[in-house]
């Protein structure tokens, strides 16, 4: 077996393929040392991949990255011998990789921040470190030639570890939107224990709804205030109202209103009001939609990550006492801190 320790390296200089030796400060050993971290990033992302496509997809892009890493620890004599360099073929992989990825993780519309969970948080990283060697790649040009494959493959390659990261993003909100279900599920069921399986016969959605419509009846309950509670889903259909005893004959339609409200929005209802009066952006807001848009508090959107659920609307108190209600249901329900 090869010698792990040659001590050729002991003057601070290393060798290239093709016999070259070099300063191991150089810009080259800078970049193909920053390559390789960044093949090491992205191993510890893959080892917490189940085993299968896409795990096997990463191992490939790392198989890659070896090639690419190599031909920038060769000299010109050895970059002429070196067989299977990076080329186009290489980059429409990270392409399709980055598109398949993005079929099911869907279209990003806001700001990612990295750490949703540890599995797409080492993705995030991973892409950091992809960026940091592609600045290095780039910076060898200024003094040496590097191929335009290269480049073009690191440049691809920071944003196909950034959809994984996505990819992974959008397990974990599926992992809790099935947390929730299963919860809501046992409070409609009555079931109870960690062996409180799900049941085949309820809709998760209803079950959902269910909940939310308890945890703010047992609310509004505490406050004595009879209520009006409505749940919608994404397109803003009714899937669960409930009308307390004795709550406002007009509650009925405000609750479907700011259930719908939230959701057809987006967000909150005293948020959305906020924008539509005193000079905001959005003027004028209330009297489209066939007068559905209802500006004032207690209504939000359901969301678990990206994915809308639908919305939750409250009536039959004042503002103040609705959005307490619809807070506390959200935090009990769907996890949400407010």
Same mark, same amino acid.
């Given at each position: ?18 016999g070259a030796r070099v300063a191991k400060q150089s810009l080259r050993v800078e970049a ?108 060898? &040009? #200024?003094?040496?030639?590097?191929? $335009?494959?290269?480049?073009?493959? +690191?440049?691809? =390659? *920071? @944003? ?108 909150? &209802? #005293?948020?959305?009001?906020?924008? $539509?009066?005193?000079?905001?952006? +959005?003027?004028? =807001? *209330? @009297? ?51």
């Amino acid at each position: 077996m090869a010698a792990v320790y040659t001590r050729t390296g002991d003057g601070g200089d290393t060798g290239l393929f093709g016999g070259a030796r070099v300063a191991k400060q150089s810009l080259r050993v800078e970049a193909y040392g920053a390559v390789d971290e960044a093949n090491t990033a992205i191993g510890m992302a893959k080892a917490t991949l189940p085993d299968g496509d896409w795990k096997d997809r990463v191992h490939d892009v790392q198989l890659r990255l070896f090639t690419l890493a190599g031909e920038l620890a060769s000299d010109a004599d050895g970059a002429q011998i070196l067989a299977g360099k990076i080329a186009d073929a290489d980059i429409t992989s990270l392409e399709r990789l980055i598109d398949d990825c993005l079929d099911v993780a869907g279209v990003q519309r806001s700001f990612v921040v990295p750490g949703r969970d540890e599995r797409s948080g080492l993705f995030h990283w991973a892409r950091t470190v992809v960026r940091r060697a592609e600045r290095r790649v780039l910076t060898l &040009t #200024e003094t040496e030639p590097v191929r $335009a494959e290269v480049i073009q493959y +690191l440049n691809r =390659l *920071s @944003d196909a570890v950034y959809a994984l990261a996505r990819l992974t993003e959008h397990w974990a909100d599926m992992e809790r939107i099935e947390q929730i279900v299963r919860r809501a599920v046992r409070t409609a069921t009555g079931a109870g224990g960690a062996g409180g399986g799900i049941s085949h016969d309820v809709d998760p959605q209803l079950a959902r709804a269910k909940g939310l419509l308890d945890a703010g009846r047992t609310r509004a309950l505490e406050m004595g205030v009879p209520m009006v509670l409505c749940v919608v889903d994404a397109a803003g259909n009714i899937v669960a109202l409930e009308r307390m005893a004795d709550s406002l004959l007009a509650s009925i339609e405000l609750a479907q209103g700011k259930a719908w409200t939230s959701a057809a929005f987006r967000q909150r &209802t #005293e948020v959305i009001g906020a924008q $539509a009066v005193g000079g905001g952006p +959005l003027p004028g =807001l *209330s @009297d489209s939609n066939q007068g559905r848009v209802v500006l004032f508090g207690g209504g939000a959107p359901l969301f678990v990550g990206d994915t809308l659920l639908g919305g939750f609307g409250v009536s039959g108190g004042t503002v103040e006492e609705d959005i307490v209600v619809v807070d506390h249901a959200m935090r009990t329900v769907m996890g949400v801190e407010v």
